[in-house]
């Protein structure tokens, strides 16, 4: 089971942008399709985006399409989610995920292992 760890989260002004690493631990991180998902105060834990274990095929959250790109490297067992554009609602904890399955998947349920989560933050 691979372990996950978040980073580059911060503060940025709207528009702008960021960039999230999610490391992950192990020699397996090529046979887990990768996820992340965020979660603002008070609220429920949201899809963002996916990606295949090959990195062949992406999914992402309609609030999210054309502003934010997922991608892996499986040398470095590393997901990054690349965010421009960034809007004051995107303000969340955001969370990489792992999930044993070819395909990407929006269902947070098929997740098996989560990292800690980085905070980011878009101010007005």
């Known amino acids: 089971q691979v372990q996950l760890v978040e980073s580059g989260g911060g503060l940025v002004q709207a528009g702008g942008s960021l960039r999230l690493s999610c490391a992950a631990s192990g020699r397996t991180f090529s046979t887990y399709a990768m996820g992340w998902f965020r979660q603002a105060p008070g609220k429920e834990r949201d899809f963002v985006a996916a990606?295949?274990?090959?990195?062949?095929?992406?999914s992402y959250a309609d609030s999210v399409k054309g502003r934010f790109t997922i991608s892996r490297d499986n040398a470095k067992n590393t997901v990054y989610l690349q965010m421009n554009s960034l809007k004051p609602e995107d303000t969340a904890v955001y969370y990489c995920?792992?999930?044993?399955?070819?395909?990407?998947?929006?269902?947070?349920?098929?997740?098996?292992?989560w990292g800690q989560g980085t905070q980011v933050t878009v101010s007005s």
């Open positions: 995920a792992a999930a044993r399955r070819v395909l990407p998947s929006t269902n947070g349920n098929e997740y098996d292992t």
């Open positions: 990606i295949s274990r090959s990195g062949g095929s992406t």
